[in-house]
């Protein structure tokens, strides 16, 4: 049993969710000043870091396999904490680093999501496709939407 090789890979893992950690930063406060040509160099750079975490966690439940750590009632905590306790803060840590880096991207998405819908509304009111313009008055009341614009200036 060389629990060594299965620190190792922990320690992998956990550098490269860090390195993807503040990508993810990164791309928040581009999609947030709307740096958008910037954001596509970021994505490529956290597609590299994924998919050299995914040839991680492959190698290191080809570790667990080998070294007859797997059973398929336990979790991956289990099998480090009965086999290999000393790497039970750096699972725990990665753990925590995972949903981090999970959270982060969700509001990459949203934010980019929302980005998306503005510049498509916009370029919907650029066209004249939009219907759903509101213009509000002094008190906060809506006065007129694009159907009603057009009926108003045709008078």
């Known amino acids: 049993m060389n629990n060594h090789l299965i620190e190792n890979k922990l320690t992998d893992i956990l550098s490269k ?25 970021i994505a490529d750079q956290k597609k590299k870091i994924i998919t050299a975490i995914e040839v991680d966690d492959v190698e290191f439940k080809a570790l667990l396999t080998v070294q007859n750590y797997t059973n398929s009632s336990q979790s991956i905590l289990e099998i480090i904490q009965k086999n290999n306790p000393s790497c039970t803060s750096l699972w725990l840590e990665i753990e925590n680093l995972l949903r981090i880096c999970k959270d982060k991207n969700s509001i990459n998405g949203i934010i980019l999501s929302n980005n998306h819908r503005q510049i498509k509304d ?34």
């Open 17 to 41: 969710l860090s390195e993807l950690q503040i990508l993810l930063c990164q791309e928040k406060d581009l999609l947030s000043s709307s740096e958008f040509e910037k954001v596509s160099a």
């Open 122 to 155: 916009s370029i919907a009111i650029l066209q004249g496709q939009s219907n759903d313009i509101l213009i509000y008055g002094a008190a906060g009341e809506s006065i007129l939407t694009k159907s009603n614009i057009n009926s108003h200036l045709s008078v």
